[in-house]
């Protein structure tokens, strides 16, 4: 049960990535790479002026980048914290004597709650990163 929970949320996120990268990522890309064609057309620019020209076209899309990678980061952090509150729970319910069987039910109930709980903040963090990446792209 706990392993389906995991794999719907994996699929939640996959699905928004993929989202996010043809909605808007790729639109960047586009703008970076005919931004940085036109840099290369100034046949009176210096190769250094050429090169700044390139990095600048670059910025937009890398920062969006490293904000996506960002929030994914923090997403996957709380997470893990809350999967690792569960572990502890069922160490301590352990440790104070609760059967094993019983403890791995509890485990696997928190680890589903944790699962659940993460998959109602993708919507929100999806909107998140969707006007954030709107407004890196003006």
Do not use: W
């Amino acid at each position: 049960m706990a392993e389906e929970q995991q794999n719907r949320l994996q699929n939640a996120i996959d699905t928004m990535v993929k989202s996010l990268e043809r909605d808007n990522i790729r639109k960047m890309q586009g703008k970076m790479f005919r931004c940085s064609a036109q840099c290369c057309e100034d046949n009176g620019a210096s190769m250094q002026q050429v090169h700044h020209c390139i990095e600048r076209c670059h910025t937009p899309l890398a920062q969006a980048q490293s904000l996506v990678t960002n929030e994914l980061e923090r997403f996957q952090n709380r997470l893990a914290r809350c999967t690792m509150h569960c572990n502890d729970k069922a160490k301590d319910s352990f440790d104070s004597g609760s059967k094993e069987a019983q403890v791995k039910a509890q485990l696997e109930g928190c680890v589903i709650k944790c699962a659940e709980e993460h998959m109602n903040l993708i919507p929100s963090m999806t909107k998140k990163l969707k006007d954030a990446l709107a407004q890196a792209d003006k």
